[in-house]
């Protein structure tokens, strides 16, 4: 079955083969990308209001509190500027409730086996209560957990 139909672009007159319950708007690619992307076309969210802009982190529809869990069971919270935070702002539950007790961050993590590392006493990753945590060198907590 052939469908005619004048083309948005050009306004020329065509004819094609109909497929399914395509409505034709344009005779070819072409008229379709002149119409879509014209250079006087403004983005669609330039020169709008602040509110109407696109959200992210905490003006994001989507904001969830900025905590969630990682894929290997702790709790991350989004603290952008803390020295441990990693490339999306997130850093480690556990090091945040630790580091507010003693009142000082602890070192970035380094595979020397000297640096400091945030234990669960009770072995429950989710559980950050300050009571609960107890500090370690690498090394310590290796040896600790390959002695059980």
């Not at 559980?127 to 290796?142: C, G, V």
Request: aromatic share 8%.
């Amino acid at each position: 079955m052939l469908v005619t139909f004048i083309c948005a672009t050009c306004g020329k007159q065509n004819t094609k083969r109909k497929k399914n319950d395509r409505v034709y708007k344009y005779c070819n690619r072409e008229c379709a990308k002149l119409t879509r992307f014209q250079k006087d076309q403004v983005s669609w969210n330039k020169g709008l209001p602040s509110e109407k802009q696109p959200m992210f982190g905490k003006r994001s529809g989507n904001w969830r509190g900025g905590r969630h869990e990682d894929g290997h069971g702790y709790v991350l919270v989004f603290a952008k500027k803390h020295p441990c935070a990693n490339k999306s702002g997130y850093v480690r539950e556990h090091r945040l409730a630790i580091e507010e007790t003693l009142g000082f961050y602890l070192d970035k993590p380094n595979n020397k086996g000297d640096d400091l590392i945030v234990h669960h006493i009770n072995g429950n990753t989710l559980d950050n209560k300050p009571d609960n945590l107890q500090i370690m060198t690498r090394s310590e907590h290796t040896k600790y957990h390959r002695g059980k």
